[in-house]
């Protein structure tokens, strides 16, 4: 299945040789050749992937990272490191990265390391299995949403699908077509369909958020859903 892939690289060559292999390989390409550009689409952009080099300038690997896991603890990453960096390859690596490829690197290995991450991807899950918004707790194993009280809300597995994708992204916003993308898997610039902000509105209902005022899903005009 194509994915998107982010490639962070300093050096023209390199990076336009890793964009030319990834797009014969069929996946689509962002990319960024310094640190600064590389942090704000690292942070902001819709990926299933990012190939990262750790000496970049104005804001480096390390510090794209350590925002990475902070804020989308969930992105796969792969390092691209120079043959003669052990230690920054080994840094990268409890910093939270997939994988590394060491410079010069073949295409096959490249695209099989890339594939093999992002096989590994969709079975990455939330760090915590319960999820505690106002007074509900939404077990995500069972589907449910726990309330005080004592009431059980039952989510649907889209549902479900949808507020694990929001929590996973917590402190950002989500588009409406990165989610039709990364839950429904579709296309969403070719999709006309409500059916993100039904499963939304739904949500909001079983959390008890209130509709006129959402506290715990709240919309961000034109840029999407974000969990609070």
């Known amino acids: 299945m194509a994915s998107t892939i982010l490639v962070i690289e300093d050096d023209a060559a390199i990076r336009r040789g890793v964009l030319d292999a990834l797009k014969f390989a069929g996946h689509t390409t962002l990319e960024a050749g310094d640190g600064d550009t590389g942090m704000k689409l690292a942070l902001g952009a819709h990926f299933d992937l ?12 390390f510090d794209i990272l350590k925002a990475l896991r902070r804020d989308r603890p969930g992105t796969p990453v792969i390092i691209l490191s120079a ?3 052990e230690n920054d390859r080994v840094r ?12 010069p690197f073949s295409v096959r290995e490249l695209l099989a390391r890339v594939e093999a991450v992002l096989r590994r991807a969709p079975e990455r899950q939330p760090a915590s ?4 918004l106002g007074d509900a707790t939404v077990d995500f194993g069972q589907s449910v949403a726990c309330f005080g009280d004592g009431a059980r809300e039952q ?3 889209r549902e479900r699908d949808v507020l694990r994708y929001l929590a996973l992204n917590r402190g950002r916003p989500v588009s409406r077509d990165e989610l039709l993308q990364r839950v429904w898997h ?9 059916t993100v902000d039904m499963h939304i509105a739904n949500l909001r209902a079983k959390l008890r958020d209130d509709a006129d005022s959402p506290r715990m899903i ?6 999407g859903y974000q969990l609070a």
């Open 50 to 61: 990012i190939l990262l080099d750790l000496v970049l300038p104005h804001a480096s690997g």
């Open 83 to 85: 043959r003669g960096e």
């Open 92 to 103: 990268g690596l409890r910093l939270g990265a997939d994988d590394y490829v060491v410079k």
């Open 129 to 132: 299995e319960t999820l505690t």
């Open 155 to 157: 989510l649907s597995e």
């Open 186 to 194: 579709l296309d969403g610039r070719h999709t006309e369909t409500r």
């Open 218 to 223: 709240v919309t961000l005009r034109g840029k």
